[in-house]
């Protein structure tokens, strides 16, 4: 390799463009996938470009809203399993940002990558004694996304009274992680698993019920519908370059009508983040969002049918970008509590006091 240059005035290279850090990211993809590399040097070129504190800026409140989704869209298109921890990393963030102590606010400036774990093992995580704002823990959480490469995270467990009551932890610890309970057909490069909590101390982020509380709670799903978009958006793609020069009439009309899902899904989450990140967000934001989330899954779900049905048995070929991807996405858009979340924007909308069409 040549020297780097000794004149200490000499001019620094410049940063890798958004475009340019996707692309290394999604040429890595495949071998994430089959376990043959970790995603650490993705996670590093996003923090070494810049990538990852613009869209942190951009998706915290009163942050460029449209420009966060879009380098989501970037990321989901490169690479699902990378985009699910980055968001976890924002995620965290935001929280810190809004309720954290002015302690825990300064202690994020680092590299440290951050994460959100919310699901219960068993034994649960649970507050085992508290001093001040210090607290020690038992129990664990499962479904960990990065274990090895989240060094703090975001850690929620339930009062006496049941109220969520949120942890900053530290989580770098190997020993506690438990990656081989990641048994999983899409996902696989997330690194999630279990994590033993058993005595660990955290710091108390926020006051009871802060975690659930809108429109931050259910309102940041458009996040994750800006990674789910995408990842429809990658699957066309690699669908249309299948498909060159020159598909037949049918053929033809399926990538039509693919392309068409994946830009039906980034409206509806434009707009649902426009709405939920208003500085002063409409009495329906949250059901906006929740619309949009069913929306989005529709679409993924009918593109996932129209990607098999143009490509064939080619789309379940092991070690292609197609059968990556659509395992990938069919395995993201199941979040928790789905036909809740449906239920709940429909009952919000049935008690609106305007008629559909002036909600938002």
């Given at each position: ?56 800026r ?8 449209l420009?966060g989704?879009?380098i ?32 825990q ?26 001093e ?35 942890l900053l ?43 659930l ?19 429809l ?35 509806w ?10 500085p002063?967000?409409?009495p ?9 989330r ?11 049918a ?7 048995t ?20 199941r979040?928790?509590?789905?036909d ?6 429909s ?7 305007q ?6």
């Amino acid at each position: 390799m040549p020297s780097p240059p000794s004149n200490a005035t000499a001019t620094r290279l410049p940063h890798p463009s958004p475009h340019m850090v996707c692309a290394a990211i999604a040429r890595r993809a495949g071998a994430a996938d089959r376990g043959e590399d970790d995603l650490s040097a993705d996670i590093a070129a996003l923090v070494d470009s810049g990538l990852l504190a613009r869209l942190t800026r951009a998706c915290l409140p009163n942050g460029d809203t449209l420009a966060g989704c879009d380098i989501l869209r970037a990321l989901g298109r490169a690479n699902l399993s990378v985009g699910r921890l980055v968001e976890g990393h924002v995620n965290a963030l935001r929280l810190i940002r809004l309720y954290g102590q002015p302690v825990q606010q300064a202690s994020v400036s680092g590299p440290v990558l951050h994460g959100v774990w919310g699901a219960d093992d068993d034994p649960p995580a649970r507050i085992d004694s508290q001093e001040g704002k210090d607290a020690r823990l038992s129990g664990g959480k499962k479904f960990c996304s990065g274990l090895g490469l989240v060094g703090r995270a975001v850690v929620t467990v339930q009062d006496d009274e049941g109220a969520v009551q949120m942890l900053l932890v530290d989580v770098g610890d190997p020993r506690r992680a438990d990656p081989q309970s990641w048994q999983v057909s899409g996902m696989r490069a997330t690194a999630s698993g279990r994590y033993d909590l058993e005595g660990l101390q955290g710091g108390l982020l926020g006051k009871p019920g802060d975690f659930l509380r809108e429109p931050h709670f259910e309102g940041g799903v458009w996040r994750y519908l800006a990674l789910h978009t995408g990842g429809l958006e990658a699957l066309a793609e690699a669908v249309r370059q299948k498909l060159n020069p020159n598909p037949q009439p049918l053929q033809a009309a399926r990538l039509f009508e693919l392309v068409s899902a994946a830009n039906t899904a980034r409206l509806w989450t434009e707009a649902a983040a426009l709405a939920a990140e208003s500085p002063r967000p409409a009495p329906h934001a949250v059901a906006r969002v929740l619309m949009a989330r069913q929306a989005v899954e529709t679409a993924c779900q009918h593109g996932i049918a129209l990607a098999e049905r143009a490509v064939g048995t080619a789309a379940f070929a092991s070690g292609t970008s197609i059968d990556r991807i659509r395992r990938d996405l069919a395995f993201f858009l199941r979040q928790a509590d789905l036909d809740g979340k449906m239920l709940r924007a429909s009952t919000d909308i049935a008690e609106a006091g305007q008629p559909v069409g002036e909600m938002w």
